[in-house]
């Protein structure tokens, strides 16, 4: 079993939509989570970064980490064409340094 | 600020051959870590370092090597380049231990 599963999608959405992507992961010492956005053929860009569950929302964006049920949430509102793009998490303990990713959900926002 | 730079942006070896991939960063991090992404399989760390003159190995070392011996560079060395090795590389960085992780533009590496 992968340590974080990510479905790959593709996700089409037309433009203005609400967004979910989500990932589950199964170490339950993961303490920080990540979401990344990655333009094809672009290196991935840090969108979100929280420490432990909860909420945190940064414009558009929102993350929702539930640690008892080892789920995270990446909720985009009024979506853009610019947000076309694979949207990748991650994860990490506390103590250690290797970051865990899930392989990547790509989406589409058709204007 | 220029970030994380990587250096070349695309390269094509044949078996055999090694070279190295250069990565550099202006922003003083002291943690910097090189990944290969691979289709279906996303990013896997490859060597890691959390200081000038300390490596680690990550998730997928073999057929790598790394020094560090400054703050702005962590150069990844290819010692004999095998078509397994066809990836994109992407070197990141990060201040500290509990800080969060930028990324380089990549190096797209072809092995033939």
């Known amino acids: 079993q992968k340590e974080v599963e990510q479905d790959p999608g593709p996700l089409s959405v037309p433009e203005g939509a609400i967004v979910s992507l989500n990932c589950t992961y199964s170490n339950s010492a993961f303490q920080y989570f990540m979401w990344y956005r990655q333009y094809s053929r672009k290196g991935p860009e840090l969108l979100m970064y929280t420490y432990s569950s909860g909420n945190k929302e940064d414009g558009r964006f929102t993350a929702q980490v539930d640690k008892s049920s080892k789920y995270i949430s990446l909720f985009i509102r009024d979506s853009q064409p610019s947000d076309s793009a694979t949207y990748l998490c991650a994860m990490r303990t506390n103590t250690g340094n290797q970051f865990y990713f899930g392989t990547g959900t790509s989406l589409t926002v058709i204007p | 600020n220029a970030g994380v730079t990587q250096t070349p942006k695309f390269q094509v070896l044949k078996t055999g051959q090694s070279m190295t991939l250069q990565c550099a960063q202006d922003?003083?991090?002291?943690?910097m870590s090189w990944y290969r992404q691979d289709p279906g399989m996303g990013l896997r760390l490859i060597h890691y370092s959390v200081g000038a003159g300390i490596t680690d190995q990550g998730e997928v070392p073999n057929g790598y090597n790394v020094s560090r011996s400054t703050t702005e560079d962590f150069p990844l060395r290819l010692l004999s380049a095998a078509p397994s090795q066809t990836s994109v590389y992407f070197c990141a960085s990060r201040r500290g231990h509990n800080y969060e992780q930028y990324f380089g533009p990549g190096t797209r590496l072809t092995v033939t």
């Open positions: 922003m003083n991090h002291e943690y």
